[in-house]
């Protein structure tokens, strides 16, 4: 499988409100990656996403998605934010909820190309036999499933999940991640976690980010870096066996 650069970020700065936010980043996601992108709550994680969705500039530095400046290819871009409001008393059920990732413009409906679109993004997730569901009968990872049909139903070339795997079960979050792995044949998926816990054997890639890129590459060279991240000892298990990264706190 090819693969070509398709987001690029060069020494990237981003402040808010006079506070440093993100510090020298240079990071590059290929076509058809799998990469996580991991660090503490507050180290400019979700910021990253911002950026190259265009939601936020940066104060300096070059950021290109697909060869352009942010906010030009947000068409082809799917993208499920954290902890999204879904209103469970609105009238629709699960086919409307993902119909809605096919609208584009004030007037002219959907056509059958949407309509279509739409139940193959529910297939992919396994969803498609509830479709006339009601939203509110949804427990959290069926929901969880709903929002990634959303977000993939105008067959995206980029996929960003900022905490996909808030709140749901562990069989669910081995399903979710099952399914990413599909997905990426298809498109790159990246996903931001805080989560030590939640580096599965699928990910390809990882970056560790605290304000600053510690690390940016293939998941076996990055169990240190995610140490020197979290400022803390990390434990981790991989393959089954656990990983002290730094010594134990001193008592």
Do not use: W
Request: proline share 5%; aromatic share 6%.
């Amino acid at each position: 499988m090819e693969k070509k650069v398709i987001v690029s970020l060069k020494n990237v700065y981003f402040n808010r409100n006079g506070i440093s936010v993100l510090e020298d980043i240079n990071l590059s996601i290929e076509s058809n990656d799998l990469m996580a992108i991991m660090g503490p709550n507050g180290g400019g994680k979700t910021t990253l996403l911002e950026l190259i969705l265009g939601l936020e500039k940066p104060l300096k530095g070059e950021v290109l998605v697909f060869g352009k400046t942010p906010g030009k290819s947000r068409n082809i871009i799917g993208y499920l934010q954290q902890n999204p409001t879904i209103d469970l008393d609105f009238p629709a059920c699960i086919f409307d909820v993902v119909l809605m990732g096919r609208y584009r413009k004030l007037a002219g409906g959907f056509g059958k190309d949407d309509i279509s679109a739409a139940g193959e993004a529910l297939k992919k997730v396994g969803m498609f036999e509830l479709k006339d569901r009601h939203i509110s009968q949804l427990s959290g990872g069926q929901l969880q499933r709903v929002l990634i049909a959303r977000a993939i139903a105008r067959d995206p070339k980029l996929l960003l999940l900022d905490e996909p795997l808030n709140s749901i079960d562990p069989e669910m979050q081995e399903y979710i991640y099952k399914l990413l792995l599909e997905l990426r044949k298809e498109m790159a998926v990246v996903y931001v976690t805080h989560d030590i816990g939640a580096i599965p054997a699928y990910v390809e890639k990882i970056a560790c980010v605290n304000r600053k890129l510690f690390y940016h590459g293939p998941k076996e060279g990055s169990l240190g870096k995610l140490a020197e991240a979290y400022k803390c000892p990390v434990e981790i298990v991989a393959h089954g066996i656990p990983h002290r990264i730094l010594g134990r706190h001193k008592k």
